[in-house]
């Protein structure tokens, strides 16, 4: 299964992510980032690859 993981010791919380792809990505009140679904599909795969190459700290990273 392809997958999207964040690396937490370099993520800011600054919710880039989330706001491109709000399904995958989740930023609570506490700033605390949230993987909400973590598998790579054809349909959310697109935007997962804009999150990754949109995140400040390139934090984010999709693996097989």
Known sequence: MTR????FGL???NGV??????EVF?????DMLTV???EVTPENEER???AVRQCPRQA?????
């Open 11 to 13: 993520c800011e919380s």
């Open 60 to 64: 984010i990273s999709i693996v097989e």
């Open 48 to 50: 997962i690859r804009d």
């Open 4 to 7: 999207v993981e964040v690396d």
């Open 36 to 38: 909400l679904q973590p």
């Open 17 to 22: 992510c989330m706001g491109i792809i709000p």
């Open 26 to 30: 989740h930023l609570g009140d506490d």
